[in-house]
């Protein structure tokens, strides 16, 4: 079945470095890509709605200067948090689609423990 | 509002057991509803996405049902497995147009125990 491959998978930075996450398709060509950050013991949050070729589609309340987002090609799209701080620590995941919406049906990476000290 | 709510929060069986897990959701209009596994740790992993014409499917020993009528969902494991522990959350999909959305429960969490 399709993968869909996260990395890193765990980061510990200090505050105010910037961390970027990938998001690999490996066996189909992703037109688009969703980021969700997770908390503890909460539901998935959309973040953003990655397109490739296009600008990303950011949730209401998510700051599209804090958290970068690009989809240069069908089968990579990346999200950088900008000047991370203890706040932003959370569980990041992707998934990718073949459709460009959130309800065709997605594969999900194995997310990205980021820790900020 | 659009929600999804799913009982009970958390739940402890033994192995081998059968356990009935429930979704019930607000969202109008409706796609599909989906349930995932998510392993702690882990991305989610889907189980099942039933359409509103659809009663029941099943995938292994998970058999999700669907009455779009009451608006409600279950999911049941058959003979449970320690590999089963995990937390399972079901998710609707609207049918809004253009800005279709996936709508996500809290889960619950199944603890199954030697």
């Known amino acids: 079945g399709a993968v869909v491959s996260q990395h890193p998978s765990w980061v510990i930075c200090k505050s105010g470095t910037s961390v970027k996450i990938e998001c690999r398709s490996l066996?189909?060509?992703?037109?688009?890509m969703f980021w969700y950050r997770q908390f503890p013991k909460q539901s998935l949050m959309l973040m953003a709605t990655s397109n490739e070729g296009s600008k990303a589609t950011y949730e209401q309340g998510v700051e599209k200067d804090k958290f970068l987002i690009n989809h240069a090609s069908l089968t990579l799209s990346t999200l950088t948090v900008t000047s991370a701080h203890p706040e932003d620590s959370s569980f990041y995941i992707c998934?990718?689609?073949?459709?460009?919406?959130?309800?065709?049906?997605?594969?999900f990476g194995d997310g990205t423990r980021l820790s900020i000290l | 509002k659009n929600q999804v709510e799913q009982s009970p929060q958390s739940l402890i069986i033994l192995e081998g057991k059968n356990c009935t897990l429930q979704?019930?959701?607000?969202?109008?209009?409706?796609?599909?509803l989906r349930w995932y596994k998510q392993d702690t740790g882990r991305g989610p992993v889907s189980l099942t996405i039933m359409t509103f014409s659809e009663n029941t499917k099943s995938n292994g020993r998970y058999t999700a049902t669907l009455d779009a009528d009451t608006k409600q969902s279950s999911l049941h494991i058959t003979a449970s497995q320690l590999s089963d522990s995990a937390s399972y959350i079901c998710?609707?999909?609207?049918?809004?147009?253009?800005?279709?959305?996936?709508?996500w429960g809290l889960g619950t969490s199944l603890a199954v125990n030697p």
């Open positions: 066996d189909f060509q992703a037109t688009t």
């Open positions: 998710v609707v999909s609207d049918n809004a147009g253009n800005n279709r959305k996936l709508i």
């Open positions: 979704c019930n959701y607000t969202v109008s209009p409706f796609s599909n």
């Open positions: 998934s990718a689609g073949r459709g460009r919406h959130s309800n065709q049906p997605q594969h």
